[in-house]
């Protein structure tokens, strides 16, 4: 890789460093070589350029080019005796601990993992673009290691690219893993999606160009851009409503782009004004951000004569606000001074949700790290709660087992499940793609004859737990 691509953006002194950890790098790791056969040195510099598409921390593109030296059998010399400032080094030590991220030998349990990103962000873009490397190369895996890597990919690193708002980094990483570990409704999918692009193309087109004549009459300087819905999103959508793909209102947006907050509200009138809005689809986003802190207008036209023979989603935000939206935490070009944490504990749950249940009763290392291993890697279904959050149950699991895996102990005052829309009882079998909502009364509800109604170990161990019968 050219050293120049990395040092772009980048101060005299910036380049100099980082000229200096870049020849070291080549000096001690060209010769040791990776389970997928590149060099260390090589994984390294490809690791920098990934962070580069969404970073120019100097910090980062440092620790990132050096971030295996400690694989090194004299790695801990050769750490210390590199170019690096004491905070690299810190960081470097704490990708090391963090090279497995759901389970690591030297944590004790995966609170220890989440405190450990929560207090430095940088961990958690480092993982993600170490992890989007590896799933753009996935041809150099094979074998069981290659499924671990997408299933797991889908399984917590997707989920954490969406709580910390990385948009593009998830959307080409979930693209991927569908594509590889569900390749019959991925292509079925993406010859519909074919079919439609020209048509949905033009129709972009005729919205942008009438959009953009009438923020021009009004004095509005913007910059307009269009998207199609990505192959994985689309199929989560469509699974979520129950819709055909052709059903989908959000299916091709309209981006706005602008200076200030102020004129996003501006631009929402003249959309309004010259546009058939639907009824209920306005969502303020700025005025109230997602939990992930997602910020942006959303509002959907109705079809127009001689625009757009297709409901279109308007999205307006600001430039800080597009990127934010596309990088996420690493948006922020340096992060010393910024008190970047994710907003509450709640969010940290939300975000393991799936492996928070299986901890119940857990005491060692090395027992989680057992049920992780078969709650990764055995036959799986995706079903989705109301939501859209997705959950990987085990083949068979009943709609009482879903519940368990997503409230836990909450599932006591369990009342009602609904399938797909449609109310169904708790021992109803689920099929790939449902999407479950659970609805639950003011007391306790629990019943022991409920275990008779899951089919996993998990779902039978939390209600024995919690109606006193192992």
């Not at 192959?231 to 469509?238: D, H, I």
């Not at 700025?286 to 959907?300: A, C, D, F, L, M």
């Not at 907003?343 to 009763?361: A, D, I, P, Q």
Request: aromatic share 8%; with cysteine; charged share 30%.
């Amino acid at each position: 890789m050219n050293f120049s691509t990395l040092a772009k953006n980048l101060g005299e002194e910036e380049i100099q460093a980082l000229r200096l950890v870049y020849y070291y790098a080549k000096k001690t790791l060209s010769e040791l070589i990776r389970r997928s056969g590149e060099n260390y040195f090589q994984h390294g510099c490809e690791l920098a350029k990934t962070v580069k598409e969404v970073s120019d921390d100097p910090d980062l593109l440092a620790v990132a080019i050096l971030h295996d030296i400690q694989v090194h059998p004299d790695g801990n010399r050769l750490l210390k005796e590199a170019p690096l400032t004491a905070e690299q080094r810190r960081i470097i030590g704490g990708m090391y601990r963090l090279r497995r991220l759901h389970i690591d030998e030297n944590t004790k349990d995966l609170d220890y993992v989440v405190n450990t990103v929560i207090k430095d962000p940088r961990l958690v873009v480092l993982r993600m673009a170490h992890r989007l490397n590896d799933v753009r190369h996935i041809d150099r895996f094979s074998g069981e290691l290659r499924e671990r890597l997408l299933k797991e990919t889908l399984h917590i690193y997707t989920a954490m690219a969406g709580r910390l708002s990385m948009r593009l980094w998830r959307s080409e990483m979930e693209d991927v893993c569908f594509r590889l570990l569900y390749p019959q409704p991925a292509s079925a999918l993406e010859k519909e999606m074919e079919r439609s692009r020209a048509l949905d193309e033009a129709c972009l087109n005729h919205a942008k160009t009438f959009l953009q004549r009438k923020l021009k009459e009004h004095h509005v300087e913007a910059n307009v851009q269009g998207r199609i819905k990505g192959l994985y999103s689309s199929y989560r959508k469509m699974l979520l409503k129950q819709r055909a793909f052709s059903e989908l209102t959000d299916r091709l947006a309209v981006r706005v782009i602008v200076d200030e907050p102020v004129d996003c509200y501006k631009i929402l009138w003249i959309v309004h004004e010259a546009m058939n809005p639907m009824p209920g689809k306005l969502k303020d986003y700025i005025g109230t951000p997602k939990e992930n802190g997602y910020r942006s207008i959303h509002t959907v036209i109705y079809p127009i004569p001689g625009v757009t023979d297709r409901p279109i989603e308007i999205q307006i935000r600001t430039k800080d606000m597009h990127r934010e939206c596309e990088f996420g935490m690493a948006a922020h070009s340096h992060y010393k001074g910024l008190n970047y944490k994710l907003k509450s504990k709640g969010s940290r749950v939300n975000l393991f949700r799936n492996l928070s249940v299986l901890r119940e009763g857990i005491e060692t290392p090395d027992q989680f790290k057992t049920v992780l291993q078969k709650h990764f890697f055995e036959n799986k279904m995706l079903v989705f709660d109301e939501r859209s959050v997705v959950y990987y149950l085990k083949k068979p699991s009943t709609a009482l087992d879903f519940a368990c895996a997503a409230y836990g102990r909450k599932v006591g005052r369990l009342k009602k499940i609904r399938v797909n829309g449609r109310e169904q009882p708790m021992g109803t079998l689920l099929r790939d793609g449902d999407t479950v909502e659970i609805q639950f009364g003011k007391s306790r509800l629990l019943k022991k004859q409920w275990k008779d109604f899951c089919e996993t170990t998990e779902g039978r161990k939390i209600i024995g737990q919690l109606s006193g019968v192992v």
